[in-house]
């Protein structure tokens, strides 16, 4: 493919990709008597065009990083079992590709940050563009009673935690447009999406950017003083516009906590409690062969029905959960190990633009992978995008020759 023809690729997955929430707001995936025809055809356009882009220009050096090397064994893994144990390979592939959408996107951003494909400023517009169509994902997820409808008054949205994903872009240059801007857009849309997973993430994030970030060495001493002032007003007007004023309904989202005073740990966390622990009750009661290699793919949903507690055929909401039960010490291996990779990749970071938004990308992720999950769901590109382009960014540094740079930082 020549370079202009490869151009112009990228930019269309880049389109793509940052127009996915377009989709789900048009068609949204929890209202009842809504067609997901449209976002199925379309996710799986771009699983294709990101494949056949990976196949296409894939590098050796593409596997050099450590990380790489085991989302493509984990990748391996998850078609093994797929595989081997699914009930519906149609249906099962479908759940593959949206973590397949994710992991073709790594590579994607991987070559763009060493290659430099395409000019900075667009891949910085990319990311603009996807905190704005994603926070309006939030807004209309969170306006619409019929969406995410509970026993409780109001609505919530999972997808507050990828504008976390794409958070990290506001530090990954020194001058990034709007960038106050877009710290206020991120700020409420955590805000109202009444997701305690969320909240605790940005919590994390903002300590970490107060006390321990080296923001002047990302956009000057001015700015890290003016931006520190910036984080503690926004925050506080969001407190009081949004959470204030709607006090009553986030003591309710938070009232199932006091089940833990009774000692009830099932219903804690929406009912995380009988998600997380019927499938790690059965794990460690198992035979050998299955606390090795799990009980197959997708074997969580299946199971729940089958305690007499739960009806419903749902997700463990926790990739923690989800890999102990479904792949035993294999699947919690791998993704111990993915993390304990992102961690010592970060240590050796020197760049404050490439530590910075690592620390906050591996803060998000954590914190979504135990208590939601990552691995199952599309929108996880927004953070893999930002993953893959920093280490294609610090290889293409390394080899330049800039590690004089990073002593100066």
């Known amino acids: 493919m020549g370079r202009a023809r490869l151009n112009h690729f990228v930019f269309l997955l880049l389109i793509l990709i940052s127009l996915m929430p377009v989709v789900d707001i048009f068609y949204p995936a929890k209202l009842d008597g809504v067609s997901r025809v449209v976002p199925k055809i379309s996710k799986f356009l771009l699983v294709a065009s990101l494949a056949f882009f990976f196949i296409n220009n894939q590098q050796k050096w593409w596997y050099k990083n450590r990380i790489s090397r085991l989302l493509v064994f984990f990748m391996f893994v998850h078609f093994c079992y797929m595989f081997v144990t699914a009930n519906n390979l149609q249906d099962d592939f479908y759940k593959v590709s949206k973590s397949l959408i994710w992991f073709f996107g790594f590579f994607l951003f991987l070559n ?33 009673e019929a969406l995410f409808k509970t026993n409780r008054d109001y609505g919530a949205s999972n997808f507050a935690y990828y504008l976390l994903f794409a958070f990290p872009y506001l ?44 923001l002047k060495g990302i956009a000057g001493k001015r700015f890290s003083k003016l931006f520190r002032v910036l984080i503690i007003c926004v925050v506080f007007l969001v407190l009081y516009q949004v959470v204030f004023l709607n006090f009553d309904s986030y003591v309710d989202k938070f009232s199932d906590i006091k089940e833990l005073q009774t000692g009830n740990i099932d219903d804690v966390g929406s009912g995380r409690g009988k998600l997380y622990w019927l499938p790690i009750e059965r794990w460690l009661n198992s035979n050998p062969f299955n606390f090795i290699f799990g009980y197959g793919f997708d074997a969580t ?109």
């Open 171 to 214: 530090f990954m240059f020194r001058n990034v447009s709007y960038r106050s801007v877009l710290f206020a857009v991120i700020t409420i849309g955590v805000a109202i999406s009444f997701k305690r997973g969320t909240m605790l993430s940005f919590v994390l994030i903002v300590a970490y950017l107060m006390l321990f970030s080296n």
């Open 301 to 409: 949903p299946q199971f729940y029905p089958t305690t007499g507690v739960l009806k419903g055929k749902f997700y463990a909401h926790s990739d923690f959960v989800m890999l102990i039960h479904d792949y035993g010490i294999i699947g919690l291996s791998i993704l111990i190990s993915l993390f304990y990779r992102f961690f010592k990749y970060i240590k050796s970071s020197k760049i404050m633009t490439n530590k910075v938004p690592l620390v906050l990308l591996f803060i998000a992720l954590l914190i979504k992978s135990i208590f939601s999950g990552f691995i199952i769901y599309e929108y996880s590109i927004y953070g893999f995008a930002v993953l893959g382009y920093i280490i294609g960014r610090q290889r293409r540094q390394l080899i330049e020759g800039r590690l004089h740079y990073d002593q100066q930082l």
């Open 112 to 144: 763009i940050g060493y290659k430099n494909t395409i000019k900075e400023r667009y891949v910085k517009h990319f990311f603009v563009v996807s905190i704005i169509l994603l926070f309006a994902l939030v807004i209309a997820g969170t306006t619409n």
